[in-house]
Each structure stands twice: as structure tokens, then as C-alpha cells.
């Protein structure tokens, strides 16, 4: 938007809401069975998390046999993605946030 401000020759606004340049993407499909995959689990180090994601994978490896799992644990340094460690490792993900 132009406007007339006295003193200034022009001036221009500029709204600060910037333009989603990619569409949104869904969820991905759910797994047809659990049998005989593996599920990584993200801990994001907060208090909380591991606990909660220890609980979660007893449970399914006590109600689904050979489901095989693997956790990773975020470090604090930046940048550092921790789930390309799971990148074609395992079948679904479990990341959670414990506070």
C-alpha cells in the first residue's frame, strides 16, 4: 500500500506476514500392521520425554512381538537433525516433547 506521508516523497507499507512458499503437507499414512517393523523414537531431552517414550515402547514391544525399535536422543547443538539417523531405519516415528 502507497500513502502520502508530508515530508517524505513516498512511502510504501510493507505487511510483515510472509508468503508460504510450499504447499502443506498431510500426515503420512498409517502402517497397515506393526508386525515385523521397526519404530524409531526421538527423545528431545527434555525432563520429561524419555521417560514417556520408555513407557511407550515397553508397551509395544510387549503387545506386538518382534517389533524391533531404536531410540535416538537430541544433543544440545545446533542444527544437528536427529532424525536423518533414522532415515530409512525404521518403518514410523514416535517423537516426543516432555516438559
Same mark, same amino acid.
Given at each position: ?11 510504501? =507499507? ?6 508460504? #512458499?510450499?504447499?502443506?503437507? +498431510? *500426515?503420512?499414512?498409517?502402517?497397515? $500392521? ?18 514417556? =517414550? ?6 509395544? #514391544?510387549?503387545?506386538?512381538? +518382534? *517389533?524391533?525399535?531404536?531410540?535416538? $536422543? ?26
Amino acid at each position: 500500500m502507497n500513502i502520502s506521508v508530508p515530508g517524505f516523497e513516498f512511502m510504501q =507499507l510493507v505487511s510483515p506476514v510472509g508468503q508460504v #512458499l510450499e504447499k502443506p503437507t +498431510g *500426515l503420512a499414512p498409517r502402517l497397515a $500392521s506393526l508386525a515385523g517393523k521397526s519404530i524409531g523414537f526421538i527423545d528431545n531431552a527434555k525432563p520429561n520425554a524419555k521417560p514417556f =517414550l520408555q513407557f511407550v515402547e515397553e508397551l509395544l #514391544l510387549k503387545n506386538y512381538p +518382534g *517389533l524391533r525399535t531404536q531410540m535416538v $536422543s537430541k544433543n544440545f547443538t545446533p542444527n544437528y537433525l536427529i532424525a536423518d539417523q533414522l532415515q530409512g531405519e525404521v518403518d514410523a516415528v514416535v517423537n516426543a516433547w516432555g516438559d
